[in-house]
């Protein structure tokens, strides 16, 4: 699967994709591996609430289901406009 | 419909003129445009980020949502990404309409719905550093009008 990062979390993780192998049920239990990996990860996602997820290129919930998803993203709220 | 995001400047003169010429029966245009601003005063360069395949997925979704709430002829909407300096032209949405108050309503609802809900975010950099701009809770108040 990609993991793709926007904005200042692609800042703060240090690159703006990672390809990753997991068997994650949810986008949350996702989160949960990523931020055992490396404490830029712990940092990116600390706080939940300043984050918003996209699966598959469409908006979703950190509750969302993985099972055959291709892509994931991760990023602040946006300021389009 | 008509969705571009590009990293060129565009002529807003000749998008606004081409948008209306391509319409027919329609007896109203309406364009918006959004300008870089330095609000600080120190800005140098606002570098505006985005998710290449999301980007043009939300604009068209968004797009699609306002023909289906109104009644037009056309919609366009142009948004830029990289680095722009106070003064440019950051976007322009258009919508043509057979009376007035659709191609209003839905300029301003595309509007509202592009602020919080298309992939951007923008970064300014200035005298004292860079900074994200960080979403308002104004323009997600402003998603519950709709």
Known sequence: ?81 | MDIRVQEAPFDLGQEANAFAARQSGMGAVVTFTGIVRDVAEGLDVMEIEHYPGMTERALTKIAEEAHARWSLGDVLILHRFGRLRADDLIMMVATASRHRADAFQAAEFLMDYLKSRAPFWKKEHGRDGADWVAARDEDEAALGRW
């Open chain 1, 1 to 81: 699967m990609d993991v793709l990062y926007f904005a200042w979390v692609r800042e703060r993780i240090g690159t703006p994709k990672d390809k990753v192998d997991t068997q994650a049920a949810t986008v949350r239990d996702l989160v949960e591996e990523l931020r055992a990996r490396e404490e830029r990860y712990e940092a990116a996602f600390a706080d939940l609430s300043a984050l918003r997820v996209a699966v598959d290129q469409e908006l979703a919930d950190f509750d969302a289901p993985l099972a055959g998803v291709r892509e994931v993203a991760f990023f602040p709220p946006m300021t389009g406009g």
